[in-house]
């Protein structure tokens, strides 16, 4: 069975510092991998997502990035946080086939700017 | 970009009652999905809809892929405590795209 994992679980960061969220999944191949944030427990706001190594797609410009390192690895960074980048990251993974288009969701890291 | 409307935003209902939501856009969409979010969790997938006037039931949830495809619904029988948490539907226009989220309805239950 697939399964996805996030770390760290909770960080918290000073304004300025960088960042880098990780995303994994497992029992799958070649998924679309996707980057959301949370602000205050209401609405998914998609950040990137990447449909291959290497390919990564940008929905909201901010002081984000994202990378793809490798097939089933998606990484979240930032050089300079900013107290706007504060929420909660999920990452997602789905795969084209039959029936399917269906995002399945990782555990989230909670991110505190101070 | 694309919006969902969900509604309602919030809702607060005995346990034992029914519930229902729904997901309404200006668009088209070939796939209308329903999550589930807990407290300090990822959203779970509870139903997913690929065809119009498609009704499925997962337990005592039932969601419907509305004939215009342009809404979708969901209903909640016998509410109890743990059906707790915020709902999302979302909607994909084509193949391969990203998916639209609505703002979700935040459902509380009154033991």
């Known amino acids: 069975s697939q399964t996805i994992h996030q770390w760290p679980a909770t960080l918290v960061q000073p304004v300025g510092s960088p960042l880098s969220l990780e995303c994994t999944v497992e029992?799958?191949?070649?998924?679309?991998l996707y980057w959301y944030r949370q602000a205050a427990g209401r609405g998914l706001q998609l950040l990137f997502y990447?449909?291959?190594?290497?390919?990564i797609s940008s929905e909201v410009p901010q002081n984000l990035s994202a990378s793809r390192p490798q097939d089933r690895q998606f990484i979240l960074s930032s050089k300079k946080l900013l107290l706007s980048d504060s929420g909660f990251y999920l990452c997602?993974?789905?795969?084209?086939?039959?029936?399917?288009?269906?995002?399945?969701f990782g555990p989230g890291t909670r991110l505190t700017v101070t | 970009g694309q919006q969902l409307n969900q509604s309602p935003q919030s809702m607060f209902i005995q346990e034992g009652e029914d519930v229902s939501m729904n997901c309404t856009s200006s668009?088209?969409?070939?796939?209308w999905l329903w999550y589930k979010q807990d407290p300090g969790e990822g959203p779970v997938l509870l139903i997913a809809?690929?065809?119009?006037?498609e009704l499925t039931s997962n337990g005592r949830l039932t969601a419907q892929f509305g004939i215009t495809r342009k809404d979708s619904f969901l209903n909640i029988s016998a509410s109890i405590p743990s059906d707790v948490g915020i709902y999302f539907c979302?909607?994909?226009?084509?193949?391969?795209?990203?998916?639209?989220f609505g703002k979700g309805t935040r459902l509380s239950v009154i033991a």
């Open positions: 029992g799958t191949s070649n998924p679309n």
């Open positions: 668009s088209i969409f070939n796939t």
């Open positions: 990447s449909v291959g190594i290497g390919q």
């Open positions: 809809l690929y065809k119009a006037g």
């Open positions: 997602a993974w789905s795969v084209l086939g039959t029936g399917d288009y269906e995002q399945y």
């Open positions: 979302a909607g994909q226009m084509r193949g391969n795209t990203p998916l639209v």
